[in-house]
């Protein structure tokens, strides 16, 4: 009957067809090792408080993976692998084997967590009608639906999941529903003792911080936590969830010092933390702010999880779903770890996961972590999608495209042990009284009417239900590429004329010759333009075009005939002041992406051209300031890389008249205060109309050059 009864929902709901293919375009999948196929997709990014224009995304899709062959893995009814047994506890933990996170499930096999956030019947009148109309009554909802997620691959219940229905579900079930119990601990003191207030997707705070320093705080959850001993020994319970998206980051510090009751706890406690650290208010710094953010978070971790233990030690910790710049913050992170058995993160505004930040996570932390929120809204839902964060696409097929690549990069990072997606239902516009971001988007599996959108959910399944397979095909690298290692690389840095404007022709378009590109996922892929498209830290990839790196990269190849790196890692527009040091954001990104590339072979040189940003700044004190900085990042990357002697070589700006001295002053004497360093010369170029950015031809002209010092330098 359930066999049955899936199958007429599938095909005789209300179901949104399948769209076309999209265009794909062959690249080289440094994820899986292998070539493969990305659907380009159009696609909406999303920034709090931004509206950004639509832009194309390539997307990692299992159907684009070359000599991929998923096998039939036999699932436990929590969705572990069954092929491998490890100590059964009766109760999930987490358990590193080599360098991958993993869950283990109760009965002691291996998982990656997919689940589904509200998991809850909608409250709004046409939601009632359509279940009522649907089903018997809300336990028959509940059961089918549940049947029907296992079968697409979700056995588990995220946040904002109906637990008492679940539960009584699972009662008289043999595929039980694991759940997550989100306690809102700080939100619920808030409340109490007054002064929190809604906001679009969580809570606000008065000065947005939280209460932590309150005595009555810790008295608060020792008290409601008292309740949790209910359940300890609820196999099906996964884990709790203490809090959602809390204001934590590097401006707590500002904001607890600028209470004006001077009596308040906060205030008082970050006046004596300044204190303690010897630090005067016009001394703070940003390093100083993430420290205290850690403080602040240790202080809420500390008490929330001593509660939980004492009253359930056989679940886990989940954290408090850290969100918007909490989850990047290396304090936050670290004051997690102490604490948390996993580090939840709610994540929307990347298209795919920032390796930095998974780092940040492996280093900080050293805990596994899960993705607790994300999702795309489909523009052929019929709904407005102006509320809520993530990505917006064209049509259905797209959601569950990118769904496929977000959670392949997720795979990706061994650190990660699953993720709960955002949501079951889509927004009723019409309901009442609901959270401000959730008013008018396609944020669901089904839509209002309890219909399932068919190729969202065919994509989802497919990949659910394929995950163990497809991270055996990501560990294994390439042995085209990984045959030719080590390589010798080069590494090129700077602003937009690095990055590369100028459109790309048509004959230069293809893959690029024993030229191998550095990519996001942190693997060497035959290189093709525009190449910098994997810098962690560029502008829109739509604007990127012809780079000086290309005709580098070619005329050295060809001169040394033999197989050549190239990691890129431009950003345009941005000043000296974000490259100069660690601690700076472009230099901690590219020191990053250079480490990782050194995994696959030796650097060689760095090309460099940058300064348009910060030549009228420069010449207020005959630039000085800026060749003590350049200097100083030259020496930082030769020691953090550990090449004392990597060749650095720079390139002149434009010949426009306002970039003559800078030129003459800066670059062409950069052997006279860099050691191992040299210029190539901007002589004869153009820039395109914008006069900013050099033409192709121009960027090429200037590749030549750079590929000419390069190898004059090596060959000293």
Known sequence: MKANWIFLLLCYGFLLQAQPPKRVTKTFNGMAGVYCNTVKTDAKPWAKNKDLPW??????????????????????????????????????????????????????????????????????ESNLEALAKKYKNPEQWMNQTIDTLQQLGFFHSG?????????????????????????????????????????????????????????????????????????????????????????????????????????????????????EQGIASDKITDKVRDAFAGFVAQTYYSIVSEAIKKNDPNHLYLGSRLHADAKRSEGVLEAAGKYCDIISLNYYGDWSPDPIMVDQIDRKANKPFMVTEFYTKGMDSGLANTTGAGFTVKTQTDRGNAYQHFCMHLLNSKSCVGWHYFKYQDNDPKAKNVDPSNVDSNKGLVNTQYQFYKPLVQLMKTFNLEKYDVIQHLETE???????????????????????????????????????????????????????????????????????????????????????????????????????????????????????????????????????????????????????????????????????????????????????????????????????????????????????????ESANKMGVRYAQKVLEMLNK
């Open 478 to 696: 390439s042995p085209k590429v990984k045959a030719l290692e080590p390589l010798d690389i080069i590494l090129a840095i700077g602003q937009s004329n690095m990055a590369g404007r100028g459109p790309i022709p048509a004959e230069d378009s293809g893959t690029m010759p024993n030229v191998y590109l550095l990519n996001r996922d942190n693997f060497f892929e035959p290189a093709s333009q525009p190449l910098n498209k994997y810098s962690t830290i560029r502008k829109e990839l739509r604007i990127q075009g012809v780079s000086p790196s290309y005709k580098c990269m070619l005329d050295i190849q060809t001169k040394t005939n033999k197989p050549w790196g190239l990691v890129m890692n431009p950003q345009g527009g941005s000043s000296i002041k974000l490259w100069f040091k660690p601690g700076k954001a472009n230099y901690d990104a590219t020191l990053l992406r250079a480490r990782e590339a050194q995994k696959h072979g030796k650097l060689r040189a760095i090309i460099w051209n940058q300064g348009s940003t910060d030549n009228k700044d420069a010449k207020d004190d005959n630039f000085v300031t800026y060749k003590s900085q350049l200097k100083e990042m030259v020496a930082h990357l030769r020691e953090d890389l550990k090449e004392p002697n990597l060749p650095f070589i720079c390139g002149e700006l434009s010949e426009r008249p306002d970039f003559i001295e800078f030129n003459q002053k800066v670059i062409r004497t950069v052997k006279d205060y860099i050691p191992n360093s040299d210029f190539v010369t901007s002589e004869d170029t153009h820039l395109l109309e914008d006069n900013i950015h050099f033409d192709a």
């Open 159 to 275: 946040s904002w999941g109906d637990d008492e229905a679940i539960r009584k579900h699972n009662l008289s079930s043999k595929s039980p529903m694991t759940y997550c119990p989100q306690l809102n601990w700080m939100s619920g003191y808030g409340k109490k003792r007054g002064g929190t207030y809604q906001k679009a997707g969580n809570t606000g705070y008065p000065h947005d911080v939280i209460f932590v320093f309150d005595p009555t705080f810790k008295t608060y959850c020792d008290s409601v936590a008292v309740s949790l001993a209910t359940h300890r020994n609820d196999a099906n319970l996964f884990g709790y969830f203490s809090d959602n998206e809390m204001p934590l980051g590097n401006d707590n510090l500002d904001n607890y010092l600028a209470i004006e009751n001077h009596e308040d706890f906060g205030y008082k406690r970050a006046t004596q933390w300044l204190t």
């Open 55 to 124: 832009d194309v995304f390539e997307a990692y899709t299992l159907n684009g993976l070359s000599d991929y062959h998923p096998k039939t893995t036999k699932f436990s009814q929590f969705g572990s692998d069954q092929s491998k047994k490890f100590n059964a506890t009766g109760f999930f933990r987490v358990e590193k084997q080599g360098n991958r996170w993993w869950v283990i499930d109760p009965n002691g096999y291996r998982t990656i967590v997919v689940g589904i956030n509200s998991l809850r019947a909608g409250k709004s």
